[in-house]
């Protein structure tokens, strides 16, 4: 990461902490959203002959900033990339339930240690067995941010050597 993007990350973080930025949410496509988000990953998860794939329902209608919710989204889809070894996976699901809709982003990558899934979503932690140089630690306190923002929430679920689950949940 140049440290031009380390600043601005950083300047995004300072602001979603302090409340200022003021969201232009409206009624959108959450799985348009997503399939964009794919899209721009294409070409990366290729490199790594890494499938990217969308298992979506019915269309669902979020009320979003799409700008900001792509930003949270690509943060979490970069990461599964990153991590997820040659021939692996990263699959979107996008469910809908009466109360609620839900994302699920699905790699097959290495894992995350369970000592180390409580910190993963703080700022400026990096888990001891990363293996990127240039990562600060930033991207997932984004995300957490920006989804909390949607009235939404994250979760995660993973095992060593099988991959990781992390879990986007909206209220209607």
Known sequence: MGGSSLIQNILKLVKLDAKTISFAKK??????????VLNSFEE???TKNINLKLNDCENIVLF???FWLKEAFG???KNCIEHT???????????????LYK??????????????????FNRFYK?????????VGIGLSISK???ESHNGYIDVVSEKGVGTNFIITFMK
């Open 44 to 46: 990366f998860a290729k």
């Open 127 to 135: 888990s001891g067995v990363s293996n990127k140089k240039d990562s």
């Open 75 to 77: 943060n979490i889809i």
């Open 145 to 147: 941010s920006i989804i």
């Open 85 to 99: 070894d040659e021939c692996g996976s990263v699959e979107v699901f996008v469910k809908k339930t009466p109360v």
């Open 103 to 120: 994302v699920i982003i699905k790699d097959t990558g290495v894992g995350i240690e369970q000592s180390d899934i409580p910190n993963i």
């Open 27 to 36: 009624e959108d496509s959450l799985n348009q959203t997503i399939k964009e």
């Open 64 to 66: 979003q900033d799409r």
